[in-house]
């Protein structure tokens, strides 16, 4: 193996390359136009344009993947994770090409890569599963004799694919229906296939998954499990290792049916078995037949390189390490960096300002150190045709005390500017009793997510006149020579403006005077506070673990400064495709229901009436794509006995 062409983009292509170059191997980085000056084209031994932006024109196009790998004179394709990385179509492709697929066999995607198949696969060999119905009948009529018999709550997944896409959670049979569109929808956008199963839910679980590494010579072991409780909307956002609630025992238990699972299906390459724990009992909920996201919690606690295994697997090479060599050691936590708001929206933009604290990259981080496996840069340009994760920082420590403590320091001293991300949304999560005593279930987010969202307002409050003021005088320092005069400003923060008076006192000081508070003296710069513009009258700043974006409303009309986009009006809150428009004309709505469905970055997400009120204009047809501000619908006053 001398070339390997990577069919994927952004953090996982670059990881891939960083092990291919320790290894000696040259590697092809392939690109769409949104990404021509994407870090992963800069790094690779050569670069191959594929022409389009789109992920179904780009990093899905087969054709075009290996045009280029013929190309280059690649011998080898890497899949990464997403894309094409589970489609056995793709995979027998490369192989008929006469390349190196770094990856299991065609078969075995097929046999386990569908949750349908996997399933069959599992009841047959003894590894539990819940109650479902995953048969070929994909009609509605089956669904609803099924979920009759099966019982609420109940899950519908998409059968392909993962990532939480095309799951929605049944806990009533008269949502069956609209489950059932809405998660065929997303399936289709997602992965091309819109069957569907649905299995009985469990509502108070733990999601731990299992990484296992096998062979061609008939050896596979498991390297451990990854406890990925913390989620929302079904995707991972933390993941650690060892589980707070995995002993060895367990471990031993569902390492075994793991490894009994890819045997079964003769699997060759790295894979990861993921199971509901509720107690001390498990059951299947799918097999992932790729390298994860979270992988690095592995390489962390074993001190291995999975990417250097696949491709010694890959060349026929032997597991380097037996059972009984495979040692863990220490605690290890991931957190996904996203860009997305406070109410988990992804967003688009440009970085403007970025910066990390120390760390490696796409090393295994020795105990107390931190791992930030990214492609983030300055200038980079965050678009809407693929996923919002950013990066993912990894701490691996002696204790998991160490790793919390030291994961939170890390994201406090990341800096990102220019578009919202989760950052101090991840380290609010960390710290919270319920993580941080090891108790984080799959509700976590959907029991605390409003708290949390409420400690970060608050913290946010708490500084963001200084915060703004430095931002906004920053850029246009204040005279050395004092002002006699006070300046109104109107500020609007968290959708609220706020009325304040600055005087400037010479040397970078200025007067703020508030009503109802006692009038402070600032100096300029504030110590600790980064900001950048983002429009001609808004600001993005960080102060440590706290994110705040401010607008200067002083020149709005009062009436309208007053309001946040006004109650009158519905705007996109990111670029996106209009998938679906519930409401008609002139239709009366109660507060929460859902005007406007758009798919952004591979999800749907359900736009609902601020308050009750009546439709009195849709702006947008399905299929049109939207951007940020956009007006998506105007509202009237709600009619006579509308629903409140």
Not at 57 to 67: I, N
Not at 176 to 186: D, G, Q, V, W
Not at 265 to 279: N, R
């Amino acid at each position: 193996m001398k070339k390997i062409l990577i069919a994927n983009r952004s953090e996982i292509a670059r990881r891939i390359i960083h092990t291919a170059h320790r290894m000696g191997i040259e590697t092809v980085a392939v690109y769409s136009d949104a990404d021509a000056n994407a870090l992963h084209v800069r790094e690779a031994t050569q670069a191959v344009a594929l022409g389009g932006e789109a992920s179904a024109d780009t990093y899905l196009r087969t054709d075009k993947l290996l045009a280029a790998a013929r190309a280059t004179g690649a011998d080898a394709v890497h899949p990464g994770y997403g894309f094409l990385s589970e489609n056995a179509d793709f995979a027998q492709a490369v192989v008929d090409a006469g390349l190196t697929w770094i990856g299991p066999s065609p078969a075995a995607i097929r046999a386990l890569g569908s949750k349908s198949g996997a399933k069959a696969l599992a009841h047959a060999h003894g590894v539990p599963c819940l109650p479902g119905y995953s048969g070929d009948d994909q009609s509605d009529e089956r669904f609803a004799a099924e979920a009759a018999r099966i019982g609420t709550p109940l899950m519908v997944k998409a059968v392909a694919g993962g990532g939480g896409r095309g799951m929605r959670l049944v806990t009533d049979l008269a949502q069956l229906p609209a489950a059932l569109a809405s998660a065929r929808s997303e399936a289709l956008a997602g992965f091309g296939c819109g069957d569907l199963l649905i299995e009985r839910a469990l509502l108070q679980p733990r999601h731990v998954e299992v990484q296992i590494f096998a062979d061609a010579h008939g050896a596979c072991i498991h390297l451990g499990e990854r406890d990925c409780s913390v989620q929302r909307r079904h995707q991972k956002i933390i993941e650690e290792s060892p589980s707070p609630a995995v002993d060895a025992a367990l471990r031993e238990r569902m390492g075994a049916c793991a490894v009994a699972l890819a045997q079964a299906a003769g699997y060759v390459g790295a894979g990861t078995v993921e199971f509901l724990l509720d107690g001390a009992e498990f059951f299947l909920m799918e097999m992932n037949t790729r390298l994860q996201v979270e992988h690095p919690v592995t390489e962390a606690l074993t001190g291995l390189d999975l990417v250097e295994w696949q491709i010694r697997v890959a060349r026929g090479e032997p597991l380097p390490l037996t059972q009984d060599q495979v040692h863990l050691q220490g605690h290890a936590i991931e957190v996904r960096l996203c860009a997305e708001d406070a109410h988990f929206r992804p967003h688009t933009g440009r970085v403007l300002q970025f910066s990390a604290p120390p760390a490696t990259a796409f090393e295994r981080a020795a105990p107390g150190a931190l791992r930030f496996d990214h492609a983030l840069e300055e200038g980079a340009q965050v678009t809407p045709h693929y996923d919002a994760m950013l990066g993912k920082l990894i701490v691996h420590a002696p204790t998991r005390p160490e790793a919390i403590a030291a994961l939170v320091r890390a994201l406090q001293g990341t800096r990102v500017l220019g578009l919202p991300t989760n950052r101090a949304f991840l380290a609010a999560c960390l710290q919270h009793p319920v993580f941080a005593s090891g108790q984080a279930l799959v509700p976590f987010l959907a029991e605390h997510a409003q708290e949390l969202q409420r400690l970060l307002s608050n913290n946010e409050l708490s500084v963001h006149i200084p915060s703004a003021l430095s931002a906004i005088f920053g850029s246009n320092p204040t005279s050395d020579l004092p002002c006699a005069m006070a300046r109104p400003l109107r500020l609007r923060h968290q959708g609220e403006v706020h009325s304040i008076a600055v005087r400037e006192l010479g040397g970078g000081r200025l007067r703020v005077e508030q009503a109802g508070a006692e009038p402070v003296t600032l100096q300029l710069p504030q110590r600790g506070v980064h900001c950048v513009a983002v429009g001609p009258r808004r600001w993005h700043w960080q102060t440590g673990g706290v994110d705040g974006w401010v607008e200067d409303a002083s020149w709005e009309p009062a009436a309208r400064a007053g309001v946040a986009g006004g109650a009158t009006e519905l705007r996109a809150p990111f670029n996106g495709k209009v998938v679906a428009l519930p409401v008609a004309a002139g239709q009366a709505l109660a507060a929460g229901d859902t005007v406007v469905v758009i798919e952004s970055m591979k999800l749907e997400h359900s736009l609902a009436s601020p308050a009750a009120a009546t439709v009195a204009e849709l702006l947008v047809a399905p299929g049109q794509q939207v951007s940020p501000g956009q007006v998506l619908a105007r509202f009237a006053p709600a009619t006579q006995g509308a629903p409140a």
